[in-house]
Nanobody, 117 residues
């Protein structure tokens, strides 16, 4: 099994920054893909960003391009999401995931991000 624990969420004013972290443990595999989704109240969970195990191949949702940066540290199985220029519409619960090959992803419990206007 894989365990994921997110941290770094909180309340911030519009235009501010937050850095989310997600530490993975357990059977994480050798080359897992990791990333973030988010879910706003009353809405579906949507993709935010992902990163391959090499740390170079990254993908972003259009809504966060240029503002968010995903990175990872394979030595401690941690993925980060640096969020700058935050907007009220970024308010959501942010979920970290880890995916090994084509297996179903494992999810963290989520961390709340609230951006006030």
């Amino acid at each position: 099994q894989v365990q994921l624990v997110e941290s770094g969420g909180g309340l911030v004013q519009a235009g501010g920054s937050l850095r989310l972290s997600c530490a993975a443990s357990g059977r994480t595999g050798s080359n897992p893909k990791m990333g973030w989704f988010r879910q706003a109240p009353g809405k579906e969970r949507t993709f935010v960003a992902s990163i391959m195990s090499n740390g170079f191949n990254t993908w972003y949702a259009e809504s966060v391009k240029g503002r968010f940066t995903i990175s990872r540290d394979n030595t401690n199985n941690t993925v980060y999401l640096q969020m700058n220029s935050l907007k009220p519409e970024d308010t959501a619960v942010y979920y970290c995931y880890l995916q090994i090959s084509t297996m179903s992803p494992s999810w963290g419990p989520g961390t709340q991000v609230t951006v006030s206007s």
